[in-house]
């Protein structure tokens, strides 16, 4: 006869195989997402922020940008549209 001891988890202690929630308690995590702003969506910062100065070329026209400068543009705007994703879900709840 085998006996079977039970185990009594907390919540959290209960390992979480969903993926899915994995990823969405990433995407709502505010220091995540502020530390990829203040790092990846500003850097490099000297003379002056990569995003900033890519816009101010999409604002002056865009030319003589190519593929590569607009894959930077969403490179460096993604922490962007992530923080405003998480402003949008947040407010969203409060209602």
């Given at each position: ?17 969903n ?6 308690e ?45 894959f ?15 402003l ?8």
């Amino acid at each position: 006869m085998v006996l079977k001891k039970s185990v009594t988890l907390s919540a959290a202690e209960v390992p979480t195989n969903n993926k899915k929630t994995i990823s969405m308690e990433l995407l709502n995590n505010w220091r995540l997402i502020l530390l990829l702003c203040l790092t990846l969506g500003l850097a490099p910062f000297f003379p002056e922020p990569h995003i900033w100065g890519k816009i101010k070329w999409i604002a002056g026209g865009a030319v003589g940008m190519k593929a590569a400068d607009w894959f930077d543009v969403l490179f460096h705007g993604i922490p962007f549209l992530l923080l405003l994703r998480l402003l949008i879900v947040k407010l969203k709840k409060s209602k």
